[in-house]
């Protein structure tokens, strides 16, 4: 069963000339983890917003639960938990007067598994809001959207502003809700963050989704940035061997883009009289900038 589908959703803004979201096609399947990955401005958020009726489409339609976005908002929203990128929550309020005022809009709360999410993220719920730190911000936001056992979760960078230990709290909470049956849709601009998590992501730039790759193939591509420090003058044919999609000059050696197993990049460095070399994975930028262009 499909959980999300969207036709040709698209989205410009008055007063501009350009779509934020051009013609956008993707399903997402019931039980699955799928993450929305692009930089910043790529139209994420804006999927997200029409999506959940804050915002109408230009054009195109979408279906969630297989009911129309806009004509069943109200009825699509009480099965929906919602983590925005830009939290405003009252700052007079306690985090526990926070969580009680948002109960009020759902249907059911399961206190055991309401102290469970408290607990598990450390959250201080005495405190006023503004006095949380922007960590706490979001765990508390994080709370407020699984504490009804939603059937689809609709995140919007839902790590930003957690520590490490809390990032890795939050990807277990997403297991466990996959487990349970959830559907989680998560946008996000850290590849690392979708590939801990996610069964398949889609890859948006400029509001137009790129492609659609299940995770597993999207870790084999193994994209690296290799930078090479050398006083030699090595010939760049030396350094084309497979694998390596671009290769650059620079002051003080070479920087090698590859895709796939690095082995014999390496065993052909050990010959060619290389001081040092560092490797590191790209960010999303740059992976568009090489491979998506």
């Not at 806009?70 to 007067?97: D, H």
């Not at 508390?140 to 995140?155: C, E, Q």
């Not at 277990?172 to 996000?188: P, V």
């Amino acid at each position: 069963m499909s959980i999300i589908k969207t036709d040709n959703l698209s989205k410009r803004y008055a007063g501009t000339d350009f779509f934020a979201l051009d013609n956008l096609n993707l399903e997402v399947k019931e039980g699955e983890i799928f993450g929305f990955i692009g930089p910043n401005g790529a139209g994420k958020t804006t999927a997200i917003r029409l999506l959940l009726d804050l915002i109408r489409p230009t054009k195109g339609s979408a279906k969630i639960f297989e009911l129309d976005i806009n004509k069943n908002s109200v009825a699509i929203k009480k099965e929906v938990g919602f983590l925005p990128g830009e939290i405003f929550l009252a700052e007079n309020f306690t985090g526990k007067s926070c969580i009680e005022y948002f109960r009020g809009f759902k249907d059911k709360v399961d206190n055991k598994y309401l102290k469970f999410l408290i607990g598990s993220l450390e959250l201080d719920t005495a405190k006023k809001i503004r006095d949380y730190s922007k960590g706490n911000r979001q765990k508390l936001s994080i709370v407020l959207a699984l504490m009804h056992k939603p059937k689809l979760l609709l995140l919007d960078e839902p790590t930003s502003g957690l520590d490490p230990l809390n990032q890795q709290i939050f990807y277990k909470l997403m297991s466990d809700a996959k487990r349970n049956g959830a559907t989680i849709f998560l946008s996000t601009h850290l590849l690392l963050e979708a590939q801990n998590i996610c069964d398949r992501v889609g890859i948006i730039k400029e509001g137009k989704l790129l492609s659609i790759e299940n995770i597993d193939d999207f870790r084999q591509k193994n994209i690296r940035e290799i930078h090479l420090e050398t006083k030699k003058n090595i010939l760049l044919a030396d350094l084309q061997v497979p694998g390596v999609q671009k290769i650059e000059k620079k002051t003080y050696g070479y920087h090698l883009t590859t895709i796939g197993p690095n082995g014999q990049i390496i065993k052909k460095l050990s010959g060619l009289g290389v001081d040092d070399f560092k490797v590191y994975e790209p960010s999303l930028e740059e992976i568009f900038m090489h491979f998506y262009k």
